[in-house]
Protein backbone atom coordinates (compact mmCIF):
# COMPACT_ATOMS: atom_id res chain seq x y z
CA UNK A 1 0.00 0.00 0.00
CA UNK A 2 1.09 3.73 -0.59
CA UNK A 3 -0.12 6.89 0.55
CA UNK A 4 0.76 9.92 -1.59
CA UNK A 5 0.22 13.29 0.02
CA UNK A 6 0.05 16.62 -2.56
CA UNK A 7 1.51 20.33 -1.43
CA UNK A 8 2.09 23.11 -2.61
CA UNK A 9 -0.87 24.17 -4.34
CA UNK A 10 -2.63 27.74 -4.21
CA UNK A 11 -3.47 31.43 -5.32
CA UNK A 12 -1.13 32.73 -7.89
CA UNK A 13 -1.46 35.59 -11.10
CA UNK A 14 -0.72 34.49 -14.45
CA UNK A 15 2.55 34.04 -15.34
CA UNK A 16 3.02 33.34 -12.17
CA UNK A 17 4.81 29.82 -10.75
CA UNK A 18 4.45 27.02 -8.33
CA UNK A 19 6.04 23.69 -7.44
CA UNK A 20 3.99 20.81 -6.00
CA UNK A 21 5.14 18.20 -3.85
CA UNK A 22 3.64 14.95 -3.94
CA UNK A 23 5.21 12.44 -0.51
CA UNK A 24 4.85 8.95 -0.47
CA UNK A 25 5.38 6.00 2.00
CA UNK A 26 6.35 2.75 1.39
CA UNK A 27 10.00 1.61 0.81
CA UNK A 28 10.22 0.83 -2.40
CA UNK A 29 9.21 4.34 -4.33
CA UNK A 30 12.00 4.09 -7.18
CA UNK A 31 9.93 0.83 -8.48
CA UNK A 32 6.69 3.49 -9.48
CA UNK A 33 5.99 5.09 -11.92
CA UNK A 34 4.86 8.28 -11.24
CA UNK A 35 1.80 10.74 -12.66
CA UNK A 36 0.46 14.00 -12.57
CA UNK A 37 -3.75 14.84 -13.21
CA UNK A 38 -5.56 17.30 -13.34
CA UNK A 39 -9.24 18.55 -13.10
CA UNK A 40 -11.30 21.38 -13.39
CA UNK A 41 -14.53 21.90 -12.31
CA UNK A 42 -17.06 20.03 -14.73
CA UNK A 43 -14.36 18.33 -16.68
CA UNK A 44 -13.20 15.22 -16.85
CA UNK A 45 -9.60 14.50 -15.09
CA UNK A 46 -6.62 14.84 -17.62
CA UNK A 47 -3.20 13.75 -17.56
CA UNK A 48 -0.61 16.25 -17.24
CA UNK A 49 2.97 14.39 -16.28
CA UNK A 50 4.72 11.63 -16.09
CA UNK A 51 7.97 10.30 -14.86
CA UNK A 52 9.73 6.82 -14.66
CA UNK A 53 10.95 4.96 -11.81
CA UNK A 54 14.12 5.79 -12.58
CA UNK A 55 13.24 9.56 -12.89
CA UNK A 56 15.04 8.90 -16.51
CA UNK A 57 11.76 9.53 -18.99
CA UNK A 58 9.42 11.75 -18.61
CA UNK A 59 6.61 12.85 -20.97
CA UNK A 60 3.69 15.57 -20.90
CA UNK A 61 0.96 16.70 -22.37
CA UNK A 62 0.80 19.26 -25.12
CA UNK A 63 -0.78 21.99 -22.97
CA UNK A 64 2.33 22.08 -20.39
CA UNK A 65 5.10 20.92 -22.17
CA UNK A 66 8.16 24.10 -22.04
CA UNK A 67 6.09 25.14 -18.91
CA UNK A 68 5.96 22.30 -16.50
CA UNK A 69 8.65 20.27 -15.53
CA UNK A 70 8.28 16.76 -13.38
CA UNK A 71 11.40 15.57 -10.89
CA UNK A 72 11.78 12.83 -8.51
CA UNK A 73 14.19 12.58 -5.09
CA UNK A 74 13.77 8.83 -4.71
CA UNK A 75 16.06 9.23 -1.41
CA UNK A 76 13.08 11.62 -0.46
CA UNK A 77 10.16 9.31 -1.74
CA UNK A 78 9.08 12.47 -3.31
CA UNK A 79 7.77 13.75 -7.04
CA UNK A 80 7.54 17.51 -7.88
CA UNK A 81 5.71 18.83 -10.51
CA UNK A 82 7.47 22.52 -11.43
CA UNK A 83 5.05 25.04 -12.96
CA UNK A 84 5.75 28.32 -14.68
CA UNK A 85 4.25 30.42 -16.81
CA UNK A 86 1.02 29.66 -15.42
CA UNK A 87 -2.42 30.55 -17.23
CA UNK A 88 -5.99 30.32 -15.83
CA UNK A 89 -6.74 27.50 -18.03
CA UNK A 90 -4.07 25.33 -15.63
CA UNK A 91 -6.84 26.25 -12.63
CA UNK A 92 -7.73 22.92 -11.41
CA UNK A 93 -7.44 20.86 -8.75
CA UNK A 94 -3.74 18.14 -9.46
CA UNK A 95 -3.38 15.23 -8.22
CA UNK A 96 -0.63 12.92 -8.33
CA UNK A 97 -0.76 9.20 -8.77
CA UNK A 98 1.63 6.20 -8.53
CA UNK A 99 2.29 3.04 -10.80
CA UNK A 100 2.62 0.11 -8.78
CA UNK A 101 2.93 -2.55 -11.31
CA UNK A 102 5.55 -0.94 -13.45
CA UNK A 103 7.89 1.61 -13.46
CA UNK A 104 7.00 2.85 -17.07
CA UNK A 105 5.21 6.51 -17.83
CA UNK A 106 1.71 5.64 -18.74
CA UNK A 107 -0.63 8.86 -19.81
CA UNK A 108 -4.00 6.33 -18.74
CA UNK A 109 -5.15 7.36 -15.23
CA UNK A 110 -6.38 3.85 -14.89
CA UNK A 111 -3.18 2.36 -15.12
CA UNK A 112 -2.15 3.75 -11.55
CA UNK A 113 -2.74 2.42 -8.67
CA UNK A 114 -2.61 4.92 -5.88
CA UNK A 115 -3.70 8.64 -6.10
CA UNK A 116 -3.10 11.71 -3.47
CA UNK A 117 -6.31 13.57 -2.42
CA UNK A 118 -5.42 16.64 -4.28
CA UNK A 119 -4.38 20.14 -3.96
CA UNK A 120 -6.15 23.04 -6.03
CA UNK A 121 -4.20 25.40 -8.12
CA UNK A 122 -5.70 28.52 -8.81
CA UNK A 123 -4.58 30.89 -11.36
CA UNK A 124 -6.60 34.53 -11.59
CA UNK A 125 -5.86 36.13 -15.16
Known amino acids: QVQLVESGGGLVQAGGFLRLSCAASGRTFNNYAMGWFRQAPGKEREFVAA????????YYADSVKGRFTTSRDNAKNTVYLQMSTLKPEDTAVYYC??????????????????WGQGTQVTVSS
Open 51 to 58: ISGSGKTT
Open 97 to 114: AARGRSSGVTTTPSLYDY
